[in-house]
Structures are given as C-alpha cells and as structure tokens.
C-alpha cells in the first residue's frame, strides 16, 4: 500500500526549516551545533523495556539517525515519512514460526 501524504504532513515549519549546508547560513549551522549523541541501552534494559518506553527510545534513536542527515530534500523527508509509516503498520506483524 502506498500512502501520499499531503504537503503539510512532510513541510517543515519556518523554525524547522535549516538552510542547506552548501550555503553560508546552512554550513554555520552545521558546525556550530553541538554533536548528537545517543546512549544505546543493554540488552538487558531493551528486554524488560515496555512498549510505550521501547516505542519512545525507537523514536530518539530515529530522531538521532535522521540528524546525520546532511542532505534534507523533498525525496529524503518522502523516503523518511513512508519509512515511518511502513515501521508502524507493520510494528506488530511477525513472520510465522515467530521468526
């Protein structure tokens, strides 16, 4: 199934929009900014994880990926979003035999 959001889904707001890294304004921004960091959890700590804390630590260590990004266009943030979206539909499906 193929789903095409509208424009407002996928349209950065004006305090989200970053100019690219090929401009003056765009490149500042890239180096000035601190580093992202992102913690990984034990395996212990991702087995007794609950949905709702398992599903918030997927969506910052989306969020954390998303940020290496250097080339944000109107196809990533497409791939991005179907991305999204087929990770959620198909979230609670497994292959039979549980594998």
């Keep these: ?3 095409n959001p509208s424009a407002d889904d996928i349209t950065p707001t004006d305090e989200e929009r970053i100019d690219p890294p090929t401009t003056l304004a765009g490149w ?3 180096v000035d900014r601190d ?3 992102f913690q990984l959890a034990s395996a212990r700590s991702w ?3 609950g949905d709702q804390v398992r599903n918030s630590y997927n969506e910052r260590r989306i969020d954390y990926h998303s940020e290496l ?3 944000r266009t109107s196809t990533v943030n497409e791939v991005a979003h179907q991305g999204r979206l087929l990770t959620l539909l198909t979230a609670g499906n497994t292959a039979p035999g549980g594998a």
Excluded: K, P
């Design 1 to 3: 199934m193929v789903v």
């Design 28 to 30: 500042r921004h890239f």
């Design 35 to 37: 580093s992202a960091t």
């Design 47 to 49: 087995e007794v994880m």
């Design 69 to 71: 990004q250097v080339v």
